[in-house]
Nanobody, 128 residues
């Protein structure tokens, strides 16, 4: 059974930090890219960060660039999202998703248009 399980969410004050984890099982983790999405109340889901399993390349949306960091521990089949300098506007449910790795020649695409597997989400609340 394919599973993606997020953890690490919670309530934090503005300026604080959290580290989210996405633990994967039931598929070949080394062959899949992982992305983090978030959805705030009344807003559309947005992709915020991705990491390629092929070469470790990463992507960050502008609103989190310089504050968030994505990393992967293949030995633990887990991807992390380190979130620093959190702001109230970071409040959302955070999801991780997995899609099979894709590349063109030596270029690896860290992000994908669609994702086959999704986690259930973890709530992050940043108070002002």
């Amino acid at each position: 059974e394919v599973q993606l399980v997020e953890s690490g969410g919670g309530l934090v004050q503005a300026g604080g930090s959290l580290r989210l984890s996405c633990a994967a099982s039931g598929f070949a983790f080394d062959d899949y890219d992982i992305a983090w999405f978030r959805q705030a109340p009344g807003k559309e889901r947005e992709g915020i960060s991705c990491i390629s399993s092929g070469d470790g390349s990463t992507y960050y949306t502008n609103s989190v660039k310089g504050r968030f960091s994505i990393s992967s521990d293949n030995a633990k089949n887990t991807v992390y999202l380190q979130m620093n300098s959190l702001k109230p506007e970071d409040t959302a449910v955070y999801y991780c998703a997995a899609e099979r790795e894709a590349h063109s020649g030596t270029y690896y695409y860290p992000c994908h248009v669609k994702y086959d597997y999704w986690g259930q989400g973890t709530q992050v609340t940043v108070s002002s």
